[in-house]
């Protein structure tokens, strides 16, 4: 009974935030631009970067790109311990466009190599604007994304950061690449807009998204020991008291996993991370500074604890049932709450994806159905690795590595 109440309960908070993601979105949706200032505040675009020539050209491209005023932004690339092509191919850019607009920072093993959060921290010393900007090295924003995100921030001096939306580049590749672009537009940017609209709440990703300089440096930079650095300095921003933004109108597109072992490693770090910001930040849920950020940390409590633990033990009675090892008073109470959960899922997903243009098709409605059966399944699978991973790393006392995503050109 724990267990399906604590299933529906999670599936209910979700429907939840869809509906008020999708209310936020009819209210914004014919909403201009906002506006730049007359003199542009001047940007610092950070780019982490390690082992990333198949894509790092194309990024640093559409980076100098933006419709941004030229000589209010540079580009900052850090090549952490790289062992490809990227630094021959950083250079041959800096030639073409020149040193002030495009910065590169080379590191060793000894300098670098030690995650993304450490790269952030080396880059952030060597810029020089108010704003700072962070991209993937597999992002090719749209034109417009970098002014539409500092207009924004300048809007509110209550406002830390304000973050855009991503979309899936290679969401036609392969099966995989579809799933993800399907959980993108639902679980994330109709999410974040979802807790936009009820609590004024929202997390950066790792991508898309400016913050202001004088509040990372009071917060002290990135956590190096943090695998979700987004997540953990979202968290310390709300606690000095500022707020993020979500600017759905500024938009990055980048790539995506496109095999089942480079996405299991990928969402294992994400698993990881969020473990441990949780625990980090378990003690603000009975102090009032954790005000901002309770709704989230019982979210993620609930999800990478108690629901994954139902999820586990509803599976197993399932199969052992079937199986006709065990009985349960409730199976045929279940079976209907189990098709009900289903309609409930694929309803509420499929009203997200009607935001965007050309994903209202059969084929994504045919998708979402398999996703509960199959990709949900997928994503348990990978909570209890990224769980015991993180414990075995905890008692071990080993250092958690980071995982780079495997690009394609």
């Not at 099966?175 to 940017?189: D, K, M």
Request: hydrophobic share 45%; aromatic share 12%; charged share 20%.
């Amino acid at each position: 009974m724990i267990a399906v109440i604590s299933i529906w309960g999670t599936l209910v908070v979700n429907l939840i935030l869809t509906v008020a993601g999708y209310t936020w979105y009819l209210r914004h949706v014919s909403k201009p631009d906002p506006k730049l200032p007359e003199q542009a505040p001047f940007v610092s675009i950070m780019v982490p970067a390690h082992n990333e020539g198949i894509v790092i050209v194309k990024t640093v491209l559409s980076l100098l790109s933006f419709d941004y005023p030229q000589d209010r932004y540079e580009v900052i690339v850090i090549n952490d311990n790289s062992s490809d092509n990227s630094a021959e191919l950083l250079r041959g850019l800096q030639d073409q466009f020149g040193d002030k607009r495009l910065k590169v920072i080379n590191t060793d093993k000894v300098t670098g190599g030690k995650g993304k959060s450490n790269a952030l921290n080396i880059g952030l010393k060597s810029a020089k604007g108010s704003i700072i900007s962070i991209y993937d090295a597999d992002n090719t924003p749209e034109h417009g994304a970098l002014r539409i995100l500092v207009a924004e921030l300048l809007s509110d001096d209550k406002l830390a950061a304000v973050i855009g939306k991503f979309r899936t580049r290679n969401k036609n590749a392969t099966l995989l690449t579809r799933f993800i672009n399907i959980e993108t537009l639902s679980f994330q940017w109709m999410a974040q807009a979802g807790r936009q609209q009820l609590f004024h709440l929202c997390t950066i990703p790792g991508t898309n998204y400016v913050i202001r300089r004088s509040v990372l440096e009071k917060v002290g930079g990135w956590d190096v020991k943090a695998l979700a650095e987004d997540t953990e300095i979202s968290f310390r921003v709300y606690q000095m008291g500022y707020r993020i933004k979500f600017q759905p109108r500024a938009v990055t597109w980048e790539q995506e996993p496109q095999t089942l072992d480079v996405w299991f490693h990928q969402r294992t770090r994400w698993v990881k991370g969020n473990i441990y910001v949780i625990i980090k930040n378990a003690k603000l849920l009975f102090q009032k500074k954790g005000r901002p950020i309770r709704f989230d940390l019982l979210y993620f409590l609930t999800i990478y604890f108690l629901l994954m633990t139902s999820l586990v033990l509803s599976d197993s009675v399932f199969v052992l049932s079937v199986a006709g090892i065990v009985h349960s008073n409730l199976q045929g109470f279940s079976n209907y709450l189990w098709l009900f959960a289903v309609l409930m899922f694929v309803i509420s997903t499929f009203v997200t994806i009607t935001t965007e243009r050309g994903e209202l098709t059969f084929s994504n409605l045919l998708l979402i159905v398999f996703m509960y059966l199959v990709y949900s399944q997928m994503w348990l699978a990978v909570a209890a690795y990224g769980m015991v991973g993180y414990i075995c790393e905890q008692v071990f006392h080993k250092q958690a590595k980071w995982y780079k995503t495997k690009r394609y050109k």
